[in-house]
């Protein structure tokens, strides 16, 4: 199989998924309004298996529905440890000592089972190919592995694929083979993947950092969509400058401990910003070159594209009612 493309064989095979599977002509997809959930973090501490020291301590971190929270900070802050709790995998999964709690619209994550979370809570890793299945033939395939998972009907597992591949742009890497795409490619792929599963909740950790500016624009666009239609997310990104356009609100992570948190262009302006290992935005040090050199800016001008909180924005998936439970 070569690196431009699949091979005759997955390649007809891919042709006979893709022809069961396509919705009849002026039938878009109509994805299902999401149920709104809120994650709050409160008092919470992280200790791995095997250690003594605590990776997390004193977290107080909250995301509402339809809000996006950036948070960044200098490496082995415990950004991604963060994501692995606020998603319920630790300790389910990977075992440790949880201190405080966690809690996903009220319900603890301690009360929930991993099919619970994978319902719930979608979580996007920095290393795409560490979730790739490694069965799929096709990204067609990967994208519909979560959601053939939860026992969906075909029709409603092609049109979440449809819907999400388009959303991030990579429609046509469909009959590609998910393991001989570009680094960049494979992250849209498991962020697409993700997404298909149509969570509550995301946590992203690093989803932008393998993508050209096109690709993480595309990004920007899709998840400023779904926080529209009430997606809560939360997002590790040490482009500050994309979060300066995107995120709500923004914590600041030093040695496992909020240290900063608040309305986002005001803590990604805060002076004492780089001191603790995050680059501030280019609008903003732009403007502190400008002051140092006596040169009056105007702040309009320097004010980062934001999209309107309360617009809909055009990535958003048409909500209808939700078909009641068979």
Same mark, same amino acid.
Request: proline share 9%.
């Given at each position: ?42 008092? =919470? ?56 709690? =966690? ?24 290393? @795409? ?59 849209? =792929?498991?962020?697409?993947? %993700? ?5 509550? %909740?995301?946590?992203?950790?690093? @989803? ?86 006596? =040169? ?23 909500? %209808? ?6």
């Amino acid at each position: 199989m070569s690196a431009s493309g699949p091979s005759a064989g997955s390649c007809s095979a891919w042709s006979c998924w893709s022809s069961c599977r396509r919705l009849p002509a002026g039938s878009p997809f109509r994805e299902p309004a999401n149920q709104r959930m809120s994650l709050v973090l409160a008092g =919470v501490g992280y200790t791995y298996v095997g250690t003594m020291n605590r990776v997390l301590d004193g977290i107080d971190l909250e995301v509402r529905p339809g809000r996006i929270v950036g948070l960044v900070g200098p490496n082995e802050a415990g950004k991604s440890t963060l994501c692995l709790v606020a998603s319920g995998l630790a300790p389910l999964v990977i075992g440790g000592r949880l201190d405080g709690s =966690v809690a996903q619209e009220g319900t603890s994550t301690k009360d929930l089972t991993v099919r619970d979370l994978g319902q719930r809570v979608g979580i996007l890793f920095q290393n @795409p190919i560490t979730q790739m299945s490694g069965t799929s033939v096709t990204v067609y395939e990967e994208i519909a592995f979560g959601p053939r998972n939860l026992g969906l009907p075909v029709e409603q597992v092609a049109e979440r694929i449809e819907w999400a591949a388009d959303l991030v742009g990579i429609a046509d890497l469909l009959p590609r083979d998910p393991l001989r795409v570009s680094g960049g490619q494979a992250q849209l =792929v498991a962020l697409a993947a %993700v997404l298909a599963l149509r969570p509550a %909740v995301l946590v992203l950790d690093e @989803p932008t950092s393998q993508l050209d500016p096109l690709g993480t624009r595309l990004v920007q666009g899709a998840l400023s969509g779904l926080a529209g239609s009430g997606t809560a997310i939360l997002m590790v990104e040490h482009k500050t400058d994309l979060l300066a356009r995107l995120a709500d609100e923004v914590a600041v992570l030093v040695g496992g401990r909020i240290v900063r948190s608040g309305p986002a262009l005001e803590v990604l302006s805060d002076p004492e910003l780089a001191g603790m290992g995050v680059e501030p935005p280019s609008d903003v040090r732009l403007r502190r070159a400008a002051n140092e050199a006596g =040169v009056e800016l105007d702040p309009a001008w320097l004010r980062p594209e934001r999209p309107d909180p309360e617009r809909p924005s055009a990535a958003d998936p048409p909500a %209808v009612a939700k078909p009641a439970a068979p």
